[in-house]
């Protein structure tokens, strides 16, 4: 059986659009969702198939029955090794589902059992993966070239924990705010074993740009977040959070002022026409795998690419896409009388949506006057070609927007071959060296 079946959830865990926590932190249930994950593990592992699949959700009994659940524990065992025993574990929050991480020991080497429970705590979603290693730098970071130091962004009750890189040759140099995609990202962007945001903050640092990134709010504010179900929207998710960090850029000494550029990543891409119309103060965007088209009509686009590689029948797949295009369509029929309700849609609340309807970020950034980078992986699929088709469409031919796709790199910016899909984002890389210098270059020009 392929790696890649093992992994199978609605939706990618990587390129969903959760926003809030859907209650406040319980001990009491971390702890129960600890003992179902270690009881699902130890069932998985000893060859209790039926056990397993009374466990799953409709949708894991669809994707995984029975006999593949075999297939399942055959390729993880030819894998690592005969099963040992059950070690740590930790937890994350994500959207509606607790995600509960057994660490394993095999025969042959240590490995994460990833298992996702949704609020009825069935399982909802399975992959076996390498236990995490060290983050190692990539070849082109020259550490001796900055240093780093712990900041804050903004302040009040939404101030984020920060790290700021800063090079040491020089006296006055160029900064750069890393935004990120879609979920609560750490300062790194972390994804699996990958740390695309600290690639890209010390491989440009080591080429003397000072960088700067940050805790995203849904990650460190999550359950504060609830107070605001009624009326979140994306100026509450991300662009306050960017504009603060400009602002925090602006009173650093070193900084050259008028050198202060923003760089959005997937979500965070997408919203650097409306970042860039909030400050047009700013030096120039650099636009990492930019959304073009209304999430929710990605989102499907998403699901229906993962079902593809689960293994399912193609009557299997119709059935679930269906299922998501059902939500899809409710967010399209979304008004301002729909925020006085506690519904959300894909885990957001109506308020959300509505304050996205009808944005065009290609559109929006054709009245932006400062210099943009748009950079795209021809692999990527939650973010696509045809997205970057609409940049090139909208500024294609002005002189201050410069466009490069990389034909073998996925969402993170990594190196790949063949389709890619949420297991490859599993695989230890790093953000591509031409990537960094590509940056680093139009920064400096």
Known sequence: MKRRLLYVALVSLFAGISLLHARQ???????????VARAFVGMFTSGEDAKCVAL?????????????????????VARFGAFKTQLQTRTQKYMVYDIVFVRCQFE??????????????????LFFSRALAEYRAPAYVKRETFREEEVIVGSGKWALHGTL????????FSAIVLVHGSGPNDRDETIGPNK???????????????????????KEHGPKLIEMKQSFTVKDETIDDALAAVDLLRKT???????????????????????????????GFVVLAGATRPLEDIIVEQTSHILSLSGVT??????QVAEIEKQRDMVKRLTKADTASADS????????????????????????????????????????????????????????????????LNHLFLEGEGTSGPAEYENVGHVEQEVIEDIARWLKK
């Open 345 to 408: 849609y894909f885990a957001a609340p109506a308020s959300y949506w509505i304050d996205l309807q009808g944005y065009d970020p290609p559109r929006v950034a054709q009245s932006l006057k400062i210099p943009l980078l748009i950079l795209q992986g021809e692999r990527d699929y939650q973010v696509t070609m045809k997205d970057f088709d609409r940049w090139k469409a909208a500024l294609q031919g002005r002189k201050r927007v410069t466009f490069k796709s990389y034909p073998r």
């Open 165 to 172: 890189t800063l090079p040491t040759r020089a006296k006055s």
């Open 25 to 35: 932190p319980d001990r009491g249930r971390e702890d129960s969702t600890i003992a």
């Open 253 to 283: 000494g070193g900084i050259d002022t008028s050198r202060i550029f923003v760089l959005g990543h997937s979500l965070g891409g997408m919203l650097v026409p409306r970042i860039g119309m909030a400050d047009p103060h700013i030096a």
């Open 314 to 319: 193609a009557v299997q797949q119709k059935k």
């Open 56 to 76: 799953f959700d409709s949708t894991m009994k669809m994707l995984m029955p029975e006999s593949k659940v075999k297939e399942a524990r055959d390729s993880v």
């Open 108 to 125: 042959r080497d240590r490995a994460d059992a990833r298992v996702v429970l949704n609020a009825s705590r069935k399982v909802a979603g």
């Open 196 to 218: 695309p945001f600290r690639d890209l903050a010390w491989g440009l640092a080591s080429n003397g740009v000072a960088v700067l990134r940050y805790e995203k709010r849904t």
